[in-house]
């Protein structure tokens, strides 16, 4: 069994980061995940990366994958990590995979997983006309009518980006104004095929072998009923603290990892850093998460230090 310097769980922005910096410290460094490049995979227009007036988030995320990978002392490993089990010192990580790994730290950098409404339907339709990523699904709905639930961000964007090849984009928010960034808004406001049904909740998907449609709790110009055949859900998230809980993290009231200054968990020799960890004010963007992940490297290379 290899025995790793530190164990980074995560390939998004934050565990790049952080393998990049481990290995420059000279950590011999395993990163491992189940999908390759996290949220940054469903960011279509990233247009606040220093540096890069606009880029796709694929595209940044595969950067920062050839630059962490460019290492010799980073091993990179794509499976999901079923358990971690306190070994002495050191940490086991037992991977989906069969494979089993020990380090003598860890940095969680997990992430967040799309929240889900539990509507009727909603299970029975998931990939079939149900999805959770407007910006990486609306072109399989092309010239077709579709409805983003939602009044955030993702929800904001993806109806933008839905615009671009969808027929009708119905934006269907409980409140009648959008938590978004005011950019997104602007550029959803320049959309004529966007149709905003405020002030509304979806309480079922409708179809058969697939998404017909979306049922209402108050008309809207004069129906309870939509005719869609793609609903995009986007809601927001949760931070994926599972495995962080259970070797004993200390979590907030929603669940993010708390840590110190210095990315540090309640548990020694245990770090967080992105959109997992109560950090940066919850600010969960690429550069935040770059930033946390940095931190951590220098956090773990003055823990081993020690």
Request: include cysteine; glycine fraction near 12%.
């Amino acid at each position: 069994m290899s025995m790793y310097d530190t164990a980074i769980i995560g390939l998004g922005c934050a565990g790049y980061t952080t393998a990049i910096y481990s290995a420059r410290y000279k950590l011999k460094t395993l990163i491992v995940g189940a999908q390759e490049g996290g949220m940054g995979m469903s960011a279509a227009d990233v247009g606040n990366w220093p540096g890069d007036i606009e880029v796709r988030g694929p595209d940044l995320m595969e950067r920062f994958k050839k630059h962490a990978t460019s290492f010799d002392d980073v091993d990179m490993k794509n499976s999901k990590v079923e358990k971690i089990v306190k070994s002495g010192d050191a940490f086991k990580l037992i991977l989906e995979s069969g494979d089993e790994h020990e380090a003598k730290s860890i940095v969680f950098a997990t992430g967040s997983n799309k929240r889900h409404l539990g509507l009727p339907g909603e299970e029975e339709f998931s990939g079939k006309g149900v999805t959770y990523c407007a910006t990486c699904d609306a072109f399989f709905f092309r010239g077709k009518d579709v409805a983003v639930i939602g009044g955030g961000d993702s929800a904001v964007e993806g109806a933008a980006i839905a615009a671009q090849s969808c027929k009708t984009v119905y934006l269907i928010h409980r409140r009648n104004e959008f938590r978004a960034e005011p950019y997104w808004v602007d550029e959803m406001e320049k959309r004529d095929n966007i149709v905003m049904v405020l002030e509304r909740n979806v309480t079922e998907i409708l179809g058969d072998q697939k998404v017909a449609g979306v049922k209402l709790d108050k008309e809207f110009e004069g129906k309870d009923v939509l005719d869609v055949e793609g609903v995009f859900i986007e809601v927001g998230s949760d931070p994926a603290s599972e495995l962080a809980k259970d070797i004993g993290c200390e979590l907030d009231d929603k669940g993010f990892v708390k840590v110190g200054g210095d990315q540090a968990t309640s548990v020694s020799g245990v770090f967080a850093a992105g959109d997992v960890s109560d950090a940066s004010n919850h600010f969960a963007q690429f550069a935040t998460a770059a930033g946390e992940g940095a931190v951590a490297a220098n956090s773990v290379f003055s823990y081993l230090q020690q």
